[in-house]
T-cell receptor, first 115, second 111 residues
């Protein structure tokens, strides 16, 4: 299995530009999570999807952030407009319904730098 | 609410030293407990897990025992290697969708 795939791996953009991060979860997994990791705040859950439906987006920092999951094999996280404080590593993770023994499988992350 | 507390890092050890990284938790139910490891430039990956009290998770020489009486899940390894240098995260999962992660402990092993 290829694991969780994220693209791009690195993104450098200027303040005010739109940024789109992409994720392909593990085939057969029905839950998908977007996280943001920074030195200051550690690992933060941004949004959670179950069966392609957003269940909890309370971690999305503000309206500039939006996420979609049009089908079971693809999700996007969009930042528009981007700001320097959005610089972070963004991870996508998926889970496959193991119940209480649920393991989260993380992608390699997208390292975003907003200048 | 549920929470995880793990020891502050960084932890610096010499190769072949004994490792302990402390983790305690607060949870209303009976969570599953996990240790994840993050190598430089990579995502988190599962190291080991335990789903009920007194279970011991083990992998790659690392061990952790689910202690309900002390609400702890300390990570141990008898002899660390340079390749174990990474950030280690303790986490709990209570059966809803939400994982609770600790802040991470950076381990540096010197040759």
């Amino acid at each position: 299995d290829a694991g969780v795939i994220q693209s791009p791996r690195h993104e450098v953009t200027e303040m005010g530009q739109e940024v789109t991060l992409r994720c392909k979860p593990i085939s057969g997994h029905n839950s998908l999570f977007w996280y943001r990791q920074t030195m200051m705040r550690g690992l933060e859950l941004l949004i959670y999807f179950n069966n392609n439906v957003p269940i909890d987006d309370s971690g999305m920092p503000e309206d500039r952030f939006s996420a979609k999951m049009p089908n079971a094999s693809f999700s996007t996280l969009k930042i528009q407009p981007s700001e320097p404080r959005d610089s972070a590593v963004y991870f996508c993770a998926s889970t496959g319904g193991e119940g209480r023994a649920e393991t989260q499988y993380f992608g390699p992350g997208t390292r975003l730098l907003v200048l | 609410g549920d929470s995880v507390t793990q020891m502050e890092g960084p932890v610096t050890l010499s190769e072949e030293a004994f490792l302990t990284i402390n983790c305690t938790y607060t949870a209303t139910g009976y969570p599953s407990l996990f240790w994840y490891v993050q190598y430089p430039g990579e995502g988190l990956q599962l190291l080991l897990k335990a789903t009920k009290a007194d279970d011991k998770g083990s992998n790659k020489g690392f061990e952790a025992t689910y202690r309900k009486e002390t609400t702890s899940f300390h990570l141990e390894k008898g002899s660390v290697q340079v390749s174990d240098s990474a950030v280690y995260f303790c986490a709990l999962y209570s059966g809803t969708y939400k994982y609770i992660f600790g802040t991470g402990t950076r381990l540096k092993v010197l040759a």
